[in-house]
């Protein structure tokens, strides 16, 4: 391996351009005749969300919606936990104030995201060398990080994983970035193909941005082990790559501190990382929009550094975070009763889809639909793929109301009691045609 104490994201602000779109006098009352959209036909909806937007003008009422990755309870709604309830209880009892947060967020919530991801006794915490900034939920954190990249001179190509989550291209691309992608899965499509995946690493340029998936690998719920990850982080500081981990789901594979346990391991001397934080899922605040992007620099003044133009990257963007969602993680992350009850809430998330993956393939093998569906109880997170064609996908949702995304990506948390049945019914119907 070399030397990687050298290495940097390089801090350096680009020369922005003033010249701006062009501006029409204010006192014009036509249309202004610059604004194309006579020309705009409409862009397609996204595959996400779009597809939850149909959904909910399906009138038929068996229907069931897998798509969106959001935890729903056996009765199929989607809780507020108890640590969340009360810790807005005592939000609610403060006297608050509606003033702007810093740009960066509340230094006692950076302090206990940092503390989370990293355990409060890290090197990188007692050393000083992170800046964090909270952001508007996971996605927020993502978007800060590439304008932040772009804006201080990184390597303007990313590696994605094939597949990933449906927003990263999109959200890369928007910012600026090109896209390339490393292979993931093997030819099931139930286990990585380690060394397609680790060879394609190794031909990124020196400075090249590489997305990882902290945990919960989505759409495929199929994680690295340790010995894998261990292999990604020597060639990432080898190549002198920039990684970013998309730590979207903290706590919903194995355990807070087991899902970061690879990610502590790229903390190395001098290899900087990004790490974007959301809090959706573990702390159930979707609609919230809370979340962080942690910078590790290779020390405190290169930390501050990054946080002065991470602040740039805001201001300039949404300027400052919401406070809500905020507070409530502050609350409970500084609170040792509240933390703990957070955990009890987290674990029975975690546990009721390790249960619905089990009731699920039992499920699938006791109605003999053809397939090799047993690893799906070994993957974690939300997601398992069911690996349909986009005919079978399409058949689910016209012939049956059952809302599923790509290959047959299903959000394994939306399935209950009442619906499982139903779904592999279908599941086995558009299989067997
Ligand atoms: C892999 C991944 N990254 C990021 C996000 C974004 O999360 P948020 O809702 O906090 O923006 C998601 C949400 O589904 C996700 O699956």
């Not at 919903?252 to 934080?277: H, K, M, N, T």
Request: charge should be neutral.
């Amino acid at each position: 391996m070399r030397d990687v104490a050298t290495r940097s994201i390089a801090f350096v602000a680009v020369p922005v351009s003033f010249g701006g779109p062009r501006m029409l006098p204010h006192h014009s009352r036509n249309l202004p005749v610059a604004l194309p959209l006579r020309s705009l036909t409409p862009a397609p909806p996204d595959p996400i969300l779009g597809l939850t937007e149909t959904f909910r003008a399906d009138a038929r009422p068996h229907k069931v919606n897998l798509s969106v990755g959001v935890y729903v309870d056996d009765t199929g709604i989607t809780p507020v936990i108890a640590s969340v309830l009360e810790a807005e209880r005592r939000l609610l009892a403060k006297a608050g104030s509606k003033g702007y947060l810093p740009i960066d967020g509340r230094p006692g919530y950076k302090n206990a995201v940092r503390d989370l991801i990293f355990g409060p006794d890290h090197e990188i915490v007692e050393s000083g060398r992170s800046a964090t900034a909270q952001t508007p939920g996971g996605t927020g954190a993502l978007r800060v990080a590439a304008d932040f990249l772009l804006q201080t001179g990184s390597s303007k190509t990313i590696w994605l994983s094939d597949p990933t989550w449906p927003n990263h291209p999109q959200l890369f691309s928007m910012a600026g970035f090109a896209l390339r992608t490393y292979p993931y899965l093997d030819e099931s499509g139930r286990g990585i193909d380690v060394s397609r995946m680790l060879g394609s690493l190794r031909s990124a340029a020196p400075g090249d941005v590489v997305l990882l998936h902290g945990s919960c690998h989505n759409p495929s719920g199929v994680d690295p082990d340790a010995e894998t990850w261990a292999a990604v982080a020597e060639i990432v500081a080898d190549r002198e790559l920039v990684p970013i981990v998309d730590f979207a789901y903290q706590g919903f594979g194995f355990g807070l501190r087991e899902d970061a346990d690879w990610l502590v391991g790229l903390a190395r001397p001098g290899l900087e990382f990004l790490i974007c934080s959301s809090f959706s899922k573990n702390f159930a605040l979707y609609n919230e929009r809370v979340g962080a992007l942690t910078i590790v620099a290779a020390d405190p003044s290169r930390a501050g550094s990054a946080l002065s133009h991470l602040k740039i990257a805001i201001r300039s963007n949404y300027s400052n975070p919401p406070a809500h969602g905020g507070d409530i993680v502050e609350t409970i992350l500084t609170d040792p009763a509240l933390r703990a009850q957070w955990e009890v809430d987290l674990a029975g998330m975690r546990n009721r889809i390790l249960g619905n993956r089990a009731a699920l393939v039992k499920a699938l093998v006791d109605a003999g639909v053809p397939g090799h569906w047993d690893p799906i109880q070994r993957q974690r997170g939300m997601f398992a793929l069911l690996g349909l064609s986009a005919d079978q996908v399409a058949r689910l949702r016209d012939d049956f109301a059952v809302y599923v995304v790509g290959k047959g990506r299903i959000n394994v948390a939306g399935l209950t009691s009442a619906n499982l049945p139903y779904v592999v019914g279908a599941v086995k119907a558009v299989i067997e045609d």
